[in-house]
C-alpha cells in the first residue's frame, strides 16, 4: 500500500530565516506530487505541482519554491521567511491516470 | 475557469440527525471529475468519493451518500443519523481530465455535530 510522509509536523521559525519542508512516497512510482497552503484553517491553496523529477510547476507567485530531486520525494523552501507563509503545508500525490489525490498529515508552520 | 462554492460556511445539527452539504461546480471541460474530502481536527485529508462527469448515478456507502446533478451543477453529500465523530470540515473539489490533476476546492464546510 502507499504511504505519504511529511515532516517535520510542526514548525516555529522567526520571520527572514530559512525553510525546508520534505514529502516522501512510499509504495508507488511515477506519481504527481502537490504542494498545498491551507491558511486561518480554510481553503487549500495550490502552491506547486510536479508530474516528473525536476518538472516544477508554480501555481502563485511567491516567496517559496519547490524542487523534486528524486521521483518520491517533494520539497518546499523559502530562503526567508515572511509572516505571511504562516499555515498548514499539505503535500498530496496521485498516480495517473486516476485523478483522486491523498494527503500527508501535513506541516503546521508558524512564523514569529 | 473552474470553480467550486461551497455556500454553507458552517452547519451545526444534534447526532442522529441527517445533514446535507452542498456543493455547485462551474468548469467548461466535458470530462471532469468530482471530490469530496474530510479533513478532521488532525488536519489530515480524507479521500471520501471520486465521481465522473460520465457518470451521473448517485452512490451510498453506508451513512453517507452523494448526489450529482449535471443539470444543475450540482454535487451534494448528505450523511445520515449523523454522528460526533462526523465533526469536521468538508471539501469538494474539481479537476479537469488534463494530466496535471490539478484540484481546485471549495472554501469548506464545517460541520458540528453535538451529542
Known amino acids: 500500500s502507499q504511504t505519504i510522509h511529511q515532516w517535520p509536523a510542526t514548525l516555529v521559525q522567526p520571520v527572514g530565516s530559512p525553510l525546508s519542508l520534505e514529502c516522501t512516497v512510499e509504495?508507488?512510482?511515477?506519481?504527481?506530487l502537490y504542494w498545498y497552503r491551507q491558511a486561518a484553517g480554510r481553503g487549500l491553496q495550490l502552491l506547486f505541482y510536479?508530474?516528473?523529477?525536476?518538472?516544477i510547476s508554480s501555481e502563485v507567485p511567491q516567496n517559496l519554491s519547490a524542487s523534486r530531486p528524486q521521483d518520491r520525494q517533494f520539497i518546499l523552501s523559502s530562503k526567508k521567511l515572511l509572516l505571511s507563509d504562516s499555515g498548514f503545508y499539505l503535500c498530496a500525490w496521485n498516480r495517473p491516470p486516476s485523478y483522486e489525490q491523498y494527503f500527508g498529515p501535513g506541516t503546521r508552520l508558524t512564523v514569529t | 475557469a473552474q470553480k467550486v462554492t461551497q455556500a454553507q460556511t458552517e452547519i451545526s445539527v444534534v447526532e442522529k440527525e441527517d445533514v446535507t452539504l452542498d456543493c455547485v461546480y462551474e468548469t467548461r471541460d466535458t470530462t471532469y471529475y468530482l471530490f469530496w474530502y474530510k479533513q478532521p481536527p488532525s488536519g489530515e485529508l480524507v479521500f471520501l468519493i471520486r465521481?465522473?462527469?460520465?457518470?451521473?448515478q448517485n452512490e451510498i456507502s453506508g451513512r453517507y451518500s452523494w448526489n450529482f446533478q449535471k443539470s444543475t451543477s450540482s454535487f451534494n453529500f448528505t450523511i445520515t443519523a449523523s454522528q460526533v465523530v462526523d465533526s469536521a470540515v468538508y471539501f469538494c473539489a474539481l479537476t479537469g481530465s488534463g494530466n496535471t490533476g490539478k484540484l481546485i476546492f471549495g472554501q469548506g464546510t464545517t460541520l458540528q455535530v453535538k451529542p
Open positions: 465521481r465522473n462527469s460520465f457518470d451521473e
Open positions: 510536479s508530474v516528473g523529477i525536476g518538472q
Open positions: 509504495g508507488t512510482s511515477n506519481p504527481n
